[in-house]
């Protein structure tokens, strides 16, 4: 989706190849069959590392320490917002509030410990967000790519 966004974005011609998994399509990218990939820093920051994948754009808030030369996507296209991956810590429905305030809590504690983000796989970013924000990014990201998998006439199985 994202790579369909950029294209959109930057006014670029591409050509979708699907694939089921970022393995078969990093294998295609590194031989030459195919010319560029949006994918999950655990899956190409150890080949943007070595040298056999060049790092165009970081989808990040700031550059990643490990790859500094890589511009951020803001640096590299100002105005254009794409969506990163991010994990969510979910519970049953009408769990009571002073839980759902105590997980939280608990939660930003363990990612405020020093080196914690160290820790994290692949360049990802510890990003806490409470209940109410989590809930409001849910109804954005739902609502931004619902328009474009409604655009490009993506329907399920």
Same mark, same amino acid.
């Given at each position: 989706?994202?790579?369909?966004?950029?294209?959109?974005?930057? &006014?670029?011609?591409?050509?979708?190849?699907?694939? =089921?998994?970022?393995? /078969?399509?990093?294998?295609?990218?590194?031989?030459?069959?195919?010319?560029?990939? +949006?994918?999950?820093?655990?899956?190409?920051?150890?080949?943007?590392?070595?040298?056999?994948? =060049?790092?165009?754009? $970081?989808?990040?808030?700031?550059?990643?320490?490990?790859? @500094? &030369? %890589?511009?951020?996507?803001?640096?590299?296209? @100002?105005?254009?917002?794409?969506?990163?991956? $991010? *994990?969510?810590?979910?519970? @049953?429905?009408?769990?009571?509030?002073?839980? +759902?305030?105590?997980?939280? *809590? &608990? %939660?930003?504690?363990?990612?405020?410990?020093?080196?914690?983000?160290? =820790? +994290?796989?692949?360049?990802?970013?510890?990003?806490?967000?409470?209940? /109410?924000?989590?809930?409001?990014?849910?109804? &954005?990201?739902?609502?931004?790519?619902?328009?474009?998998?409604?655009?490009?006439?993506?329907?399920?199985?």
């Amino acid at each position: 989706m994202n790579l369909e966004q950029l294209r959109r974005g930057l &006014d670029f011609p591409a050509e979708h190849i699907p694939y =089921r998994t970022s393995g /078969a399509g990093l294998a295609d990218l590194i031989a030459g069959r195919v010319q560029m990939t +949006m994918d999950a820093a655990s899956v190409t920051l150890p080949h943007i590392q070595r040298g056999t994948l =060049r790092g165009l754009a $970081w989808n990040g808030p700031a550059r990643n320490p490990s790859i @500094p &030369d %890589v511009p951020t996507l803001a640096e590299a296209a @100002p105005g254009l917002a794409l969506m990163n991956a $991010w *994990q969510g810590i979910y519970g @049953p429905a009408g769990l009571p509030a002073e839980l +759902m305030a105590r997980i939280a *809590q &608990d %939660v930003g504690a363990i990612l405020a410990q020093p080196g914690f983000a160290g =820790r +994290m796989p692949g360049g990802a970013e510890p990003y806490l967000l409470g209940p /109410a924000e989590m809930a409001a990014q849910l109804r &954005d990201d739902h609502a931004r790519l619902g328009r474009l998998v409604a655009d490009i006439g993506l329907e399920r199985n």
